[in-house]
């Protein structure tokens, strides 16, 4: 096999971006890491999630991975810049390709952005989408209830459109934006409910295919797209329980996949 691209998540989320790579790089191998077991990372310190991010990344660099995809904002907002300077490979997150993808569609340069707690306390879309324009205004919610919620498989119906609505309602209450990042990789598995909760005149946007363009891009410039004639193989690891993810995995791809494992990660030792 080829040196694939490694992919890692708190979870099954990531597996939106693995797709969406999938599709648009169909050559090219993909390794994913879900970190099921210690999931969600959005309530977490700065300092677990750093740790654990740098857990899942030396479990990929282990498999001799050509590039790191960080599929999961919370661990973009706390390790990207950290990664990118200490790892010998290309470091690519979601944040910038979202906030990317939003201005892109905004007509009234109002945008909210959804996600955990942690990405939306680290204010990482915030400086994203003004280091691209300063006149953008900027609506932020947390929403804790999203992910466990996707963790269990709850992806659409009265009791997903219920917390849906619940926590939205801050946001639609203002009724100023004209487009909502999805600013957590879980977010995409609940996007249907989510646009209709609140509404057809705000575009949703999930960052998974500004991402995977910006994964192609890196890669052609590298001289390290795959080339050969084999076709690829895709390896998919979660630390937790197979049942839950394999379902999710398997609903999301549509299609069989060649390999799933439940691991064990080593336990990285940072400096404080
Ligand atoms: N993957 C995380 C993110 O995109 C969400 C899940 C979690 O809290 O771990 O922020």
Avoid at 103 to 132: D, P
Avoid at 142 to 152: D, I, N, R, S, T
Avoid at 214 to 235: C, D, M, R, W
Wanted: charged content about 20%; hydrophobic content about 40%.
């Amino acid at each position: 096999m080829s040196q694939a691209i490694g992919v890692i998540d708190s979870g099954v989320g990531g597996l939106t971006v693995a797709h969406e790579l999938m599709r648009q790089l169909p050559k090219e191998s993909l390794i994913y890491l879900g970190d099921t077991l210690r999931c969600p990372y959005g309530p977490r310190s700065e300092k677990e999630v750093k740790k654990f991010t740098r857990e899942m990344a030396d479990f990929l660099l282990g498999k001799h991975i050509k590039i790191l995809v960080i599929a999961c904002n919370t661990a973009t907002a706390f390790t990207l810049n950290e990664l990118q300077n200490e790892l010998p490979i290309p470091v690519i997150g979601v944040i910038n390709p979202g906030a990317r993808a939003a201005i892109k569609v905004t007509e009234n340069s109002h945008i909210g952005v959804i996600g955990t707690e942690g990405t939306i306390r680290s204010k990482a879309y915030e400086k994203a989408l003004l280091r691209i324009d300063a006149n953008i205004r900027i609506n932020s919610l947390a929403c804790p209830l999203f992910v466990p919620m996707v963790e269990q498989g709850v992806l659409s119906g009265k009791e997903a459109e219920e917390i849906v609505d619940e926590t939205l309602l801050p946001i639609k209450k203002q009724n100023h934006i004209d487009t909502l990042i999805l600013g957590c990789t879980h977010y995409p598995l609940i996007k249907e409910t989510i646009q209709k909760v609140i509404g057809s005149q705000v575009t949703v946007i999930s960052s998974s295919e500004e991402t995977a363009r910006e994964v192609s891009t890196i890669l052609e410039f590298y001289n390290q797209l795959y080339k050969g004639t084999e076709s690829p193989a895709h390896h998919f690891y979660t630390t937790g329980e197979m049942g839950v993810f394999a379902k999710i995995a398997e609903g999301i791809f549509s299609e069989s996949v060649d390999y799933f494992q439940s691991v064990t990660i080593k336990k990285a030792v940072l400096p404080n």
